[in-house]
């Protein structure tokens, strides 16, 4: 099985700060890596899907990057509504694994 | 517009079951699998399996074999999740996820509201 591992676990930042969240996979993925975004109570969120491609709706201030296994998700300048905690997940096959999390704080 | 609704909080004993159902709409049920993810308080994401409405076909992760079925009832757009032989680890918040394919990727890109299971004797 493959397994994700992001990196950090936790961020502490401040609004406009350029924050980056690391995702590695245990074996080679392509581009099969998606980034969620979950907010207290709520759902998780598609914000970027094939690595590098934003979902419809989602701002462009983030981005996402890599490919085989090494993936990063980049917001280039923190807003209050980016305080959130953002998931790494990979498709390439089954099992469907998600990172374990990256919590961004309010510096 | 796509929606997944989920049935409501359940509190059972150990070694009960539950079944979680999700109502889609606004698209061809039968045309997109449903995922379904639980996520216990505090921690991560935990993919547990599919089902493919059209055929009834399931795919359940290793750890939840023999104790997760995943159903679906195409006259009404619903799947469902049951979980049999409950531990006080299965507490969690239960979600359905619509998959998309693009250029051969997939990812959720619908996902239903959550459905807490609680489970305490």
């Known amino acids: 099985d493959i397994q994700m591992t992001q990196s950090p676990s936790s961020l502490s930042a401040s609004v406009g700060d350029r924050v980056t969240i690391t995702c590695r996979a245990s074996?080679?993925?392509?581009?099969?890596l998606n980034w969620y975004v979950q907010k207290p109570g709520k759902a998780p969120k598609l914000l970027i899907y094939?690595?590098?491609t934003l979902q419809s709706g989602v701002p462009s201030r983030f981005s996402g990057s890599g490919s085989g296994t090494d993936f990063t998700l980049t917001i280039s300048s923190l807003q209050p509504e980016d305080f959130a905690i953002y998931y790494c997940?990979?498709?390439?096959?089954?099992?469907?694994?998600f990172g374990q999390g990256t919590r961004l704080e309010i510096k | 517009q796509v929606q997944l609704v989920q049935s409501g909080a359940e509190v059972k004993k150990p070694g009960a079951s539950v079944k979680v159902s999700c109502k889609a709409s606004g698209y061809t049920f039968t045309g997109y699998y449903m995922h379904w993810v639980r996520q216990a308080p505090g921690q991560g994401l935990e993919w547990m399996g599919w089902i493919n409405p059209n055929s009834g076909g399931t795919n359940y992760a290793q750890k939840f074999q023999g104790r997760v079925t995943m159903t679906r009832d195409t006259s009404t757009s619903t799947a469902y999740m049951e979980l049999s032989r409950l531990r006080s680890d299965d507490t969690a918040m239960y979600y359905c996820?619509?998959?998309?394919?693009?250029?051969?990727?997939?990812?959720?890109?619908?996902w239903g509201q959550g459905t807490l299971v609680s489970v305490s004797s």
């Open positions: 996820a619509r998959p998309r394919l693009i250029r051969g990727v997939m990812m959720f890109d619908y």
């Open positions: 094939a690595a590098s």
């Open positions: 074996q080679s993925i392509s581009n099969y």
């Open positions: 997940q990979q498709t390439y096959s089954i099992p469907i694994p």
